[in-house]
T-cell receptor, first 114, second 112 residues
Framework: ETGVTQSPTHLIKTRGQQVTLRCSSQSGHNTVSWYQQALGQGPQFIFQ???????GRGNFPPRFSGLQFPNYSSELNVNALELDDSALYLC?????????????FGQGTRLTVV | EDQVTQSPEALRLQEGESSSLNCSYTVSGLRGLFWYRQDPGKGPEFLFTLYSAGEEKEKERLKATLTKKESFLHITAPKPEDSATYLC?????????????FGTGTKLQVIP
């Protein structure tokens, strides 16, 4: 158990809809990152938040957006869903600023877009 | 653009047969190189972080090493429970932003 929880575990949405995925970080962690993992591929970095500010972003379009809250929980929002957005979405929490970048992942949310 | 390449894509070992997994990378502003283990349907499990060339870390049957261009994950006398996909990732600074790049992984199968 990593202490990082994601909800929901599975989700089915229709193309064009919007979705919000949630992540509760491990206690004491101030940084959260989100990843998209297609079947048989490595995780692709979407973005990272440190103390409620975005401080890292991968090659994803603006319809992928996020929030980090004062309690360091986080949301990933995806607008105008496309079929290719079907994937496992992972969040990872870490404690930045201490020279330690060890990250702990949740179990993921499996999103299917039909 | 940052690149991470892992080899081989798949590896089948007999129990007790030691081997190494490779992760070669091209990145500027490296903050750290990570190794993770991922079981089917689960999130990656952290194994190691390496920060500078020459660094080595060990955990049970696993040992990770780092050079300026690649990292190796050595598996000594593996057991069937070591079967999993092993992922390598690099974290780097780019234009004031942090970015993490994963490889596609090596799928390891250890046969009793």
């Amino acid at each position: 158990e990593t202490g990082v929880t994601q909800s929901p575990t599975h989700l089915i949405k229709t193309r064009g809809q919007q979705v919000t995925l949630r992540c509760s970080s491990q206690s004491g962690h101030n940084t959260v990152s989100w990843y998209q993992q297609a079947l048989g591929q490595g995780p692709q970095f979407i973005f990272q938040y440190y103390r409620e500010e975005e401080n890292g972003r991968g090659n994803f379009p603006p319809r992928f957006s996020g929030l980090q809250f004062p309690n360091y929980s986080s949301e990933l929002n995806v607008n105008a869903l496309e079929l290719d957005d079907s994937a496992l979405y992972l969040c990872a929490s870490s404690l930045e600023g201490q020279g330690n970048t060890e990250a702990f992942f949740g179990q993921g949310t499996r999103l299917t877009v039909v | 653009e940052d690149q991470v390449t892992q080899s081989p894509e798949a590896l089948r070992l007999q129990e007790g047969e030691s081997s190494s997994l490779n992760c070669s990378y091209t990145v500027s502003g490296l903050r750290g190189l990570f190794w993770y283990r991922q079981d089917p349907g689960k999130g990656p499990e952290f194994l190691f972080t390496l920060y500078s060339a020459g660094e080595e870390k060990e955990k049970e049957r696993l040992k990770a090493t780092l050079t300026k261009k690649e990292s190796f994950l050595h598996i000594t006398a593996p057991k069937p429970e070591d079967s999993a996909t092993y992922l390598c990732a690099v974290q780097a600074w780019s234009g004031g932003y942090q970015k993490v790049t994963f490889g596609t992984g090596t799928k390891l199968q250890v046969i009793p």
